[in-house]
C-alpha cells in the first residue's frame, strides 16, 4: 500500500513564523503536491515537484515555498505565518508519467492554525 | 487555463435514492479526468478515472461517470446511494491535478 505521511495533523502556530510541513511517501514517486482545502473552495494547488529540486507553482503559491531535496520528502514553508494562511493542507504523491496523469495518493492532511 | 466546477455544494438524499453529481471542465487539450471521495475523517481516495476510449467509466463501490466531450462534463452517478456514501467528492483534472469545489453529500437512512 502506498503511504503518504504527514508529519503533523494539527499544528499551531504564531502571526509571523516561519512554519514546515513535511511530507514523506513511501513508493518511490516521482511527483509530489501540495494543496490546501478550505470549505466551499475544493482542494487548490500551491505547488507541485516532478523531480528532486524541481518544482512547478500552482494556482496560490503566494506566501508559501517548498523544498524537495529528497525524492521522498516534500515540504512545505510558509515564510511568515498569517492567519488567511489558516486551512487544511494535503500532501499528494503520484508516480512518473505526465503530472495528473496517474493516480494521486494522499496524506491524512496538517490542520494549521495560525493565531 | 485548466479549471473543474462543481455546481452542486451540497446534496441531501435518503438511502436508495439516485445521484448525479455535475462536474464541467475548461481545457482545450487531450483530458484526463477523475472522482476522488473523501469520507470523514479519512484521507482522499480514488473512486474512478477517465483516460480514454469507453466514456462510461466504472468505480469502486457501484459508482460511474460518463465523459461527455461535447458538454466538458464529467457527471459522477450511483443508482442507489447507501448511508455509508456520505462523504464529500471532488471532481479533478489532469496535468496539473486541478480540482473542483467539491460536493458534500448526506445520505439520510
Known amino acids: 500500500d502506498v503511504k503518504v505521511t504527514q508529519s503533523s495533523r494539527y499544528l499551531v502556530k504564531r502571526t509571523g513564523e516561519k512554519v514546515f510541513l513535511e511530507c514523506v511517501q513511501d513508493?518511490?514517486?516521482?511527483?509530489m503536491f501540495w494543496y490546501r482545502q478550505d470549505p466551499g473552495l475544493g482542494l487548490r494547488l500551491i505547488y507541485f515537484?516532478?523531480?528532486?529540486?524541481?518544482?512547478e507553482k500552482g494556482d496560490i503559491p503566494e506566501g508559501y515555498s517548498v523544498s524537495r531535496e529528497k525524492k521522498e520528502r516534500f515540504s512545505l514553508i510558509l515564510e511568515s505565518a498569517s492567519t488567511n494562511q489558516t486551512s487544511m493542507y494535503l500532501c499528494?504523491?503520484?508516480?512518473?508519467?505526465?503530472?495528473?496523469?496517474?493516480?494521486?495518493?494522499f496524506g491524512q492532511g496538517t490542520r494549521l492554525t495560525v493565531v | 487555463a485548466q479549471s473543474v466546477s462543481q455546481h452542486n455544494h451540497h446534496v441531501i438524499l435518503s438511502e436508495a435514492a439516485s445521484l448525479e453529481l455535475g462536474c464541467n471542465y475548461s481545457y482545450g487539450g487531450t483530458v484526463n479526468l477523475f472522482w476522488y471521495v473523501q469520507y470523514p475523517g479519512q484521507h482522499l481516495q480514488l473512486l474512478l478515472k477517465?483516460?480514454?476510449?469507453?466514456?462510461l467509466v466504472k468505480g469502486i463501490k457501484g459508482f460511474e461517470a460518463e465523459f461527455i466531450k461535447s458538454k466538458f462534463s464529467f457527471n459522477l452517478r450511483k443508482p442507489s446511494v447507501q448511508w455509508s456514501d456520505t462523504a464529500e467528492y471532488f471532481c479533478?483534472?489532469?496535468?496539473?491535478?486541478?480540482f473542483g469545489q467539491g460536493t458534500e453529500l448526506s445520505v439520510k437512512p
Open positions: 515537484s516532478y523531480d528532486v529540486k524541481m518544482k
Open positions: 477517465y483516460f480514454s476510449g469507453d466514456p
Open positions: 513508493m518511490d514517486h516521482e511527483n
Open positions: 479533478a483534472l489532469g496535468g496539473k491535478l486541478i
Open positions: 499528494a504523491s503520484s508516480l512518473a508519467g505526465a503530472v495528473g496523469l496517474t493516480e494521486a495518493f
